[in-house]
């Protein structure tokens, strides 16, 4: 299994065609960066999310979906595969959370529908949710004393697990050592933010990009 190591930050706020601008949940964030921070902070902006539904059991699903993602479908519970242009999380048996940070959701989509047959199901829910990305050396002390999950002694490297950060529901994946990828749900992502904030107060907190 490839990881991804960084996402490049883009803007949170950009005018598209005639006067619709476009605005990512934590768009309006302002924060004064600590020099000293031990824990940073990224909106991944307008990153392209998908669930999709198949029969884990079918060969052609599986190799319907690998070839249009390359990358073929995690299928042991709570695991993940990556390559250069998508993450993939196994959510439930028959259930994967595809990301793509640098792809339109309806490319992806797109190209999953060219390659399945029978029963399965696609959903962009690029515009009900959101990327983060957590790290720092500190950032394993947050998550402890946030989630309810022990990120300490059950967490490796590719795990995905579905927890509560506070009180809301988050998809939470260990991408490298000292760097979480999380999903929130668009509602809850201010909530999340100052959540986090203020349990980073003590070991500083830097916003990158920002």
């Given amino acids: 299994m490839s990881n991804l190591t960084t996402f490049d930050f883009s803007a949170r706020a950009e005018n598209t065609q005639g006067a619709t601008r476009r605005e990512t949940p934590l768009h309006h964030i ?10 940073a902070f990224n909106e991944v902006a307008f990153c392209a999310q998908l669930t999709l539904r198949g029969n884990p059991d079918s060969a052609d699903f599986l190799a319907g979906v690998e070839k249009a993602l390359g990358v073929a479908l995690p299928l042991t519970p709570l695991s993940s595969h990556a390559s250069d242009s998508y993450y993939v999380f196994w959510i439930g048996p028959n259930e994967w959370l595809i990301l793509a940070p640098n792809l339109a959701p309806a490319a992806v989509e797109a190209s999953l529908r060219a390659e399945l047959t029978g029963h399965f199901a696609v959903v962009d829910v690029s515009g009900g949710q959101t990327l983060m990305t957590l790290s720092g050396e500190a950032i394993r002390e947050v998550l402890q004393k946030s989630c309810g999950y022990d990120v300490e002694a059950c967490f490796p490297v590719g795990k995905v697990v579905t927890t509560h950060f506070a009180k809301a529901t988050v998809v ?38 920002a």
């Fill in 172 to 209: 939470l994946h260990h991408q490298i050592e000292g760097t979480y990828l999380m999903v929130v749900r668009r509602s809850f992502a201010d909530y999340v933010w100052r959540w986090l904030a203020d349990a980073s107060a003590e070991f500083g907190l830097m916003v990158k990009g």
């Fill in 30 to 39: 302002i924060h004064p960066n600590v020099e000293t921070a031990k824990v």
